[in-house]
């Protein structure tokens, strides 16, 4: 331009000056309103468009980025958007589009020479329209860079996501498996309780096939006794008409008489010895009775205690519950699932109840036979032997967990293997007592498993608000802690009441044994003063032996009734253990479901907040080098593993 320009100075008039200053006019104004006006347009289009790639950039054109070819124009290519090279590309069909006119221009005002000072303010002109587009180049390659970067980004973080499906969908079919796997064993379970619960029921029949015929003979037996009682009245009778005959005999045998009135008056002294040990006896059981329906009334007492307990424990549930409802969208499937079992579960249990209760209707017969207490009490042991034992097992399991979990985070292969020798060595002592693991231990294990979780998450990194949810979450745990260690402390109470109950029942079992001894012993005296009345033929003996016989009866009653009373007593006794028995199993029902509650909510609460910094990564991962964004990939995988691991430990537990 400058050089057409110059030979044009010698011959240009005043028209050719005006058109020339006009022309130099557009030159100025128009290009820089057109950069202002694509420059605008840049930065609107940068401002309002949203963080997502765009199909068009993702395939950049040829001679975007770079200066247009020397043999063609730029007046048949539209400007279509304001991206990468968009700018430059504008500006240079402008100024195509203005060299153009001012050449037609030139034609036709003719050959005029514009002053020396318009030649100035065009080249300085130019120089700022060429910086112009040289800047607006350097904004087109720096922004087709930025789009190229993110689209990397996007596809690391769109290969990312696929993996960590893939993983969750093997732990969903693992989860099923073990599903299936424990609802087989439930099955398993439900049947040889089943067979149980028969064979049971054959023994109980068995049993009542013998109580019967006991009452059978011991109507026999009262049979044989009312005809001796009319035998010896027909002999009384017979004895009176001998009387008259015998009357003559009398003083021959008052010398036999008064030896025979020594060995009497023993036998009446005897008799009292054993009428006072009786009635003493009877106090003790009465007592013994008092002390029963104390203990009873105190066993309510507690139970209605336990009952506070687990309302309290249901309400702060409840509270829970409603606190973890907004975090239980993504676990709904699992949770529908495991609520069919537990409902699976109370079916079976209020099933065993409903056996149970039969059982114990036919065990409240007015004979019940101590052999079968015997072995519900020995049946009753033997489940809480057990019951104890997996407690046992499960606590030392939980350490051996919480061991090998903090050797891990530290990465120490030595703690990995003296544990594994350690737990191989416990194993092979399962039956031993409690004592083998340390009182303090678990919770010290405890407390530095959320020490290193709490290290992990942090980081180097870690915020205020962080910290806030994690002091939350320790205080949740702590709490947790103290109400298990109450609820087992309860549990233990429980089973210690119940085996104070049942050597009290055994002690009343000994005590009906010996007053059956004693009552044989006494109808063996009635006998021998039935046979002794039988060989005194004096009518002051046959009186005498009559009324101790008359005596003894009485006597006979009252122990009977005694007996019956006691008889009562036990059978109440028996059915308030069977309600202790089936109030334990509840309040162990409950506690299981409190538990698995507990670690749901858990559970949800580390997988949002495993979530929560998951969503927060992709932000600050968006940095220009690559080898930053592999490391903090790895790291990530590396928390998600460890984070994995973790839940998988709650729920073992």
């Not at 239980?328 to 069919?340: A, F, G, V, Y």
């Not at 079968?372 to 499960?394: A, F, G, T, Y």
């Amino acid at each position: 331009m400058v050089r057409s320009a110059r030979p044009c100075q010698g011959r240009v008039g005043s028209s050719g000056v005006i058109s020339l200053f006009l022309l130099l006019c557009c030159l100025l104004l128009r290009p820089v309103a057109m950069s202002t006006f694509c420059l605008d347009l840049q930065t609107s289009a940068v401002v309002s468009a949203p963080l997502e790639l765009d199909s068009d950039r993702m395939e950049p054109r040829p001679g975007a980025a770079g200066a247009p070819e020397p043999g063609r124009g730029f007046q048949g290519q539209p400007l279509r958007h304001a991206g990468s090279g968009g700018l430059g590309m504008a500006l240079e069909e402008e100024l195509a589009m203005l060299t153009g006119e001012r050449d037609d221009q030139e034609e036709l005002s003719g050959p005029e020479t514009p002053p020396v000072g318009h030649s100035a303010d065009l080249l300085s002109l130019l120089r700022r329209k060429e910086k112009d587009l040289v800047l607006a180049a350097k904004l087109g390659k720096a922004l087709l860079e930025r789009n190229q970067d993110l689209t990397k980004q996007y596809e690391k973080m769109h290969k990312d996501l696929n993996e960590k499906l893939e993983h969750l969908e093997q732990e969903k079919h693992e989860l099923r498996r073990r599903l299936e796997s424990r609802e087989g064993e439930w099955e398993g379970r439900v049947s040889d309780l089943e067979t149980d619960v028969q064979q049971l029921q054959g023994e109980l029949e068995l049993h009542q096939v013998q109580l019967r015929e006991t009452d059978r003979d011991k109507t026999k037996a009262i049979s044989e006794l009312s005809e001796q009682n009319h035998r010896l009245l027909e002999q009384l009778s017979r004895a009176a008409e001998v009387e008259r005959q015998l009357s003559t005999q009398v003083h021959s045998l008052r010398d036999d008489f008064r030896e025979k009135s020594m060995s009497t008056s023993q036998h009446m002294s005897r008799l009292e010895t054993l009428q006072a040990e009786q009635e003493l006896e009877i106090k003790m059981l009465s007592e013994r009775k008092m002390e029963l329906e104390h203990r009873v009334h105190a066993m309510l007492e507690e139970n209605e205690l336990l009952q506070s307990t687990v309302d309290d424990l249901r309400e702060r549930t409840l509270v829970l519950e409603r606190q973890s409802h907004r975090k239980d969208l993504q676990l709904r499937q699992s949770q529908l699932e495991l609520q069919e079992v537990q409902v699976s579960h109370r079916q079976l249990t209020a099933r065993l109840e409903e056996l149970t209760e039969e059982q114990s209707l036919h065990s409240l017969t007015p004979h019940p036979s101590s052999l079968l207490c015997e072995i519900e009490q020995s049946m009753e042991q033997e489940e809480q032997e057990q019951e104890r034992e997996q407690l046992r097992l499960q606590l030392w399991e939980a350490y051996c967990e919480v061991r090998s979990l903090c050797s891990h985070l530290r990465g120490n292969d030595v703690t990995d293997s003296a544990l594994s020798t350690d737990s191989s060595m416990d194993e092979s002592s399962e039956t031993s007592s409690a004592k083998d693991v340390p009182t303090g231990s678990l919770h010290t294990g405890l407390l530095e498993l959320r020490r290193l979780t709490q290290n992990l998450l942090d980081g180097n990194e870690s915020t205020g608000s962080r910290r806030s949810d994690e002091e939350a979450l320790e205080e949740q745990l702590r709490k947790l802690g103290e109400e298990l260690r109450e609820v087992r402390e309860l549990y233990e109470t429980e089973q210690d009441k119940t085996r104070s109950n049942v050597e009290d029942a055994l002690q009343l079992h000994n005590q009906m044994a010996l007053l059956s001894v004693e009552m044989c012993s006494l109808r063996e005296d009635n006998e021998r003063m039935r046979t002794m009345a039988e060989v005194r033929e004096p009518s002051e003996q046959l009186q005498t032996a009559i009324r101790d016989r008359d005596d003894a009866i009485a006597k006979k009653k009252a122990v009977e009734m005694e007996l019956a009373k006691c008889k009562i007593d036990i059978m109440s006794l028996n059915s308030q253990l069977l309600d202790a028995i089936q109030q334990k199993l509840n309040l162990s029902q409950q506690l299981e479901a409190w538990q698995d509650d507990m670690h749901r909510v858990i559970d949800q609460q580390l997988m949002d907040k495993y979530q929560d910094e998951w969503r927060s990564t992709p932000t600050s991962l968006s940095g220009p080098s690559r080898a930053h964004g592999g490391q903090s990939s790895r790291r990530a995988h590396r928390l998600s593993d460890r984070d994995k691991r973790l839940f998988s430990f709650f729920k073992k537990n």
